[in-house]
T-cell receptor
Framework: GQSLEQPSEVTAVEGAIVQINCTYQ??????LSWYQQHDGGAPTFLSYNALDGLEETGRFSSFLSRSDSYGYLLLQELQTKDSASYFCAVRGGGGYQKVTFGIGTKLQVIP | DTEVTQTPKHLVMGMTNKKSLKCEQH?????MYWYKQKAKKPPELMFV???????INESVPSRFSPECPNSSLLNLHLHALQPEDSALYLC???????????????FGPGTRLLVL
């Protein structure tokens, strides 16, 4: 099976940088994704790492180390609208189509 | 168009009712997913369809019956549900290929289901 670990809550101030870590255990790993979900909303895709290294998309960056089974999401220049839950999700552990989400990290950005 | 639509938005049903949830996408995606999400929990994968064929069933009880009539539509038929099945049901779609391009899952807004 798969297991993922990420912090349950993080608080940061507006303008700051925050890093949300995710460690995973899975067989047949294909890649690690990150999703944002606001209260009452649906998850929206942020990034995907299949290979080691850093992917940057605007204020958000994601990193993966396959050898360490570890990744993180980096959010820069935080804004209050970034307050949401952030989920890491693994593809694999039963084929490419199998997706398993972590418990989610609730980020609160304080003005 | 990167939209996945789901109907209805809300559904209240009794344990003896039969109802269906519908999902539609017109992005040409050949992989479609059903997830269940309870409050303050992550989405849990239920079913995956690939090219209109069921490829993953995560040991979901038979009172949930998925159907993929064509490449744009996905249904979830509900029968004899239990109160613990109350949750947000999310549909998602993605391209059917590995690698970064195929990874993006587009989620619909979900159907909020209450079973009485």
């Amino acid at each position: 099976g798969q297991s993922l670990e990420q912090p349950s809550e993080v608080t940061a101030v507006e303008g700051a940088i925050v890093q949300i870590n995710c460690t995973y255990q899975t067989s047949g790993f294909y890649g690690l994704s990150w999703y944002q979900q606001h209260d009452g909303g649906a998850p929206t895709f942020l990034s995907y790492n299949a290979l080691d290294g850093l992917e940057e998309t605007g204020r958000f960056s994601s990193f993966l180390s396959r050898s360490d089974s570890y990744g993180y999401l980096l959010l820069q220049e935080l804004q209050t609208k970034d307050s949401a839950s952030y989920f890491c999700a693994v593809r694999g552990g039963g084929g490419y189509q199998k997706v398993t989400f972590g418990i989610g990290t609730k980020l609160q950005v304080i003005p | 168009d990167t939209e996945v639509t789901q109907t209805p938005k809300h559904l209240v049903m009794g344990m003896t009712n039969k109802k269906s949830l519908k999902c539609e996408q017109h992005m040409g995606h050949r992989a479609m997913y059903w997830y269940k999400q309870k409050a303050k929990k992550p989405p849990e994968l239920m079913f995956v369809y690939s090219y209109e064929k069921l490829s993953i069933n995560e040991s979901v009880p038979s009172r949930f019956s998925p159907e993929c009539p064509n490449s744009s539509l996905l249904n979830l038929h509900l029968h004899a549900l239990q109160p613990e099945d109350s949750a947000l049901y999310l549909c998602a779609s993605s391209q059917e290929k590995s690698g970064g391009v195929g990874e993006t899952q587009y989620f619909g807004p979900g159907t909020r289901l209450l079973v009485l």
